[in-house]
C-alpha cells in the first residue's frame, strides 16, 4: 500500500513540476511556451501511462518477482541439499576408497606371503628330488658296479676254467687221465 502511495505522490509532484515550467514559460513569448506545452503534454501523457501500467501490471509483477524469489530460493535451499548429499557421497566413496587400499594392501601382502610361502616349497620340493635324483643315481651306479663286478667275476670264473682246462690239458697225460677215471668210477660205486 505504501508503494502506490509513493508511486501516486511521484506522480502529483510530476504534474506540478510540470505546472511550474508551464506557467514559468508563459511569460516570455509565444514560441517557447509552445514548445513547453508540448513538452508538459508529453510528460503528462508519459506519466498516465505509467500509472495505468503500475495499476494494471503492478500486481503481476509484484507476484512474477516474489514468485520467482521463492523458486529462487528454493532452487538455493535445493542446491545446498544436493552440495550436502554429494559431500554425504563424496565422504562415502572416500571411505570406500580407502577400505578397498587398505584391503588392496591386505590382498597384496597375502599374495607375497603365500608367493614367498610357494617359493620355499617349491625349493623344498626341487631339494627332496634333487636328493631323491641322486639317491636313485647312486643306486644304479651301485647296481651297474654290481653288475659288472658280478660279469667280470663271471668271465674270470670262466677264464679260469678255460685257463686251468688248458693247464691240464698240457700238463695230463694219458695215463694219468685213466688213473682219474678210475679214481672217479670207484667213489660212484662205492656210494651207490
Known amino acids: 500500500m505504501n508503494k502506490k502511495l509513493s508511486f501516486f505522490t511521484f506522480i502529483f509532484f510530476s504534474l506540478i513540476s510540470i505546472s511550474i515550467a508551464f506557467a514559468s514559460g508563459e511569460g516570455e513569448g509565444g514560441h517557447d511556451s509552445q514548445k513547453w506545452i508540448d513538452l508538459g503534454k508529453k510528460t503528462f501523457d508519459f506519466v498516465v501511462l505509467v500509472g495505468l501500467l503500475y495499476w494494471l501490471l503492478a500486481a503481476k509483477i509484484k507476484e512474477f518477482f516474489s514468485g520467482r524469489r521463492v523458486e ?4 538455493l535451499e535445493k542446491s545446498v541439499e544436493r552440495k550436502a ?10 571411505e570406500k ?18 608367493g614367498v610361502t610357494e617359493k620355499q616349497k617349491i625349493i623344498e620340493d626341487a631339494e627332496k628330488a634333487a636328493k631323491k635324483m641322486k639317491e636313485d643315481a647312486q643306486a644304479r651306479i651301485e647296481q651297474e658296479l654290481k653288475k659288472t663286478a658280478d660279469q667280470l667275476r663271471a668271465q674270470a670264473a670262466q677264464l679260469s676254467v678255460q685257463m686251468a682246462e688248458e693247464i ?8 694219468d687221465h685213466e ?12 656210494r651207490n
Open 72 to 75: 529462487i530460493k528454493e532452487s
Open 179 to 190: 688213473t682219474m677215471v678210475k679214481e672217479y668210477m670207484d667213489k660212484v660205486v662205492i
Open 85 to 94: 548429499e554429494a559431500e554425504k557421497k563424496y565422504r562415502e566413496y572416500s
Open 97 to 114: 576408497l580407502d577400505k578397498a587400499s587398505v584391503e588392496i594392501d591386505g590382498i597384496f601382502e597375502m599374495i607375497k606371503s603365500q
Open 168 to 175: 691240464l690239458k698240457r700238463s695230463i697225460t694219458a695215463q
